[in-house]
Every structure is written in structure tokens, then in C-alpha cells.
């Protein structure tokens, strides 16, 4: 597979001054304009219906993340009103190899602003976080993220689906 340039678009930019900063350890980054990606998200994610998907795991077996994941999943309807979220599923469903519930994002703060929640509030759950790009298969496999420990997906699903 090959990967088109990071700096595509920067072929003719200044270079980078190699000064420290002060603390001794990072470097100096000139002032500029901010990263459209902090409005938009960035192509190929299509946020006509929603940008990301959280997808919150739980062992279904276990009582302790049985319950946190229900009070969890309540919290975060407390707290996050404005996001889409889905009923707890207490078995597998679709690709998802255990129970699980899921919160979809529509904007770049949204996502990063549930992302540093979640990241201090999952407890003993564990998150798959996935763009959507139309590419269900490719959402899910190559361009997610997890938050603890991974679960393997059952890939043909999304395969007969999409």
C-alpha cells in the first residue's frame, strides 16, 4: 500500500526553525493560522450523518462491568446530551464481538471533547472509535482506535453489509 505525502501542500513552506523552547525539551512552532481540522473534519471522514462512532465494550459475563456500563451509559446521556446515543446492547451485535452501546459525534469538538472524557471515565470498559467514510470495512479496521484493550471485530459482517 502506499500513502500519499503528509506535507503535500507544504512542498515550498519555509523550513521549521530547530530552536528550543524554553523548557528545554520541545520546539519552537512559529504562529500561524489554526488547522481547519479544528471546525471540519478532515476528507475522506463524511459528517453528513456523523464524523465518529463510540463504540463502548463490555463484558456481558461480568456483573461489575455489566453494571458500570449501565451507569456509564447514563452519565454520558446526562452529560452529553447533544450526542446520538444507543440503547445498551447486552450481547453481541453486528461486527461487535461482546455487549456494547455506542455514541455517535457530529463535530471535531464533540469528538475530542467525549474522546478526553471517556478517556478518564471508561472505567473497565474498553472503545472502539471509528470515522465514517463510507468504507464501513476500512472505518473499522484501519482507521480506528482503541481505548483499553482491543476486541477482535467480526469483519465479515461489515463485509456482507456494505
Same mark, same amino acid.
Given at each position: @500500500?502506499? /500513502?500519499?505525502?503528509?506535507?503535500?501542500? #507544504?512542498?515550498?513552506?519555509?523550513?521549521?526553525?530547530?530552536?528550543?523552547?524554553?523548557?528545554?525539551? !520541545?520546539?519552537?512552532?512559529?504562529?500561524?493560522?489554526?488547522?481547519?481540522? #479544528?471546525?471540519?473534519? %478532515?476528507? %475522506?471522514?463524511?459528517? !453528513?450523518?456523523?464524523?465518529?462512532?463510540?463504540?463502548?465494550? #463490555? +463484558? =456481558?459475563?461480568?456483573?461489575?462491568?455489566? =453494571?458500570?456500563?449501565?451507569?456509564?451509559?447514563?452519565?454520558?446521556? *446526562?452529560?452529553?446530551? &447533544?450526542? *446520538?446515543?444507543?440503547?445498551?446492547?447486552?450481547?453481541?451485535?453486528?461486527?461487535? %464481538?461482546?455487549? @456494547?452501546?455506542?455514541?455517535? $459525534?457530529?463535530?471535531?469538538? =464533540? $469528538?475530542?471533547?467525549?474522546?478526553? /472524557?471517556?478517556?478518564?471515565? *471508561?472505567? %473497565?470498559?474498553?472503545?472502539?472509535?471509528?470515522?465514517?467514510?463510507?468504507?464501513?470495512?476500512?472505518?473499522?479496521? &484501519?482507521? +480506528?482506535? /482503541?481505548?483499553? *484493550?482491543?476486541?477482535?471485530?467480526?469483519? &465479515?459482517?461489515?463485509?456482507?453489509?456494505?
Amino acid at each position: @500500500m502506499s /500513502w500519499k505525502s503528509p506535507l503535500e501542500g #507544504y512542498e515550498n513552506a519555509e523550513p521549521l526553525p530547530a530552536t528550543i523552547n524554553p523548557d528545554g525539551k !520541545s520546539l519552537y512552532n512559529p504562529p500561524g493560522p489554526l488547522s481547519a481540522s #479544528y471546525n471540519d473534519f %478532515p476528507k %475522506p471522514i463524511d459528517s !453528513s450523518n456523523n464524523g465518529f462512532d463510540f463504540h463502548i465494550y #463490555y +463484558m =456481558q459475563s461480568s456483573p461489575v462491568e455489566s =453494571q458500570y456500563a449501565k451507569e456509564l451509559h447514563e452519565r454520558v446521556r *446526562r452529560e452529553f446530551p &447533544e450526542l *446520538r446515543i444507543y440503547k445498551l446492547w447486552d450481547k453481541p451485535v453486528g461486527p461487535h %464481538p461482546v455487549a @456494547m452501546f455506542e455514541v455517535n $459525534t457530529f463535530t471535531p469538538h =464533540q $469528538t475530542g471533547a467525549f474522546f478526553s /472524557w471517556l478517556t478518564v471515565n *471508561r472505567g %473497565p470498559c474498553s472503545v472502539l472509535i471509528h470515522p465514517n467514510t463510507g468504507n464501513s470495512v476500512k472505518d473499522h479496521t &484501519e482507521l +480506528m482506535s /482503541w481505548m483499553g *484493550r482491543p476486541f477482535p471485530l467480526l469483519v &465479515e459482517t461489515l463485509k456482507r453489509s456494505g
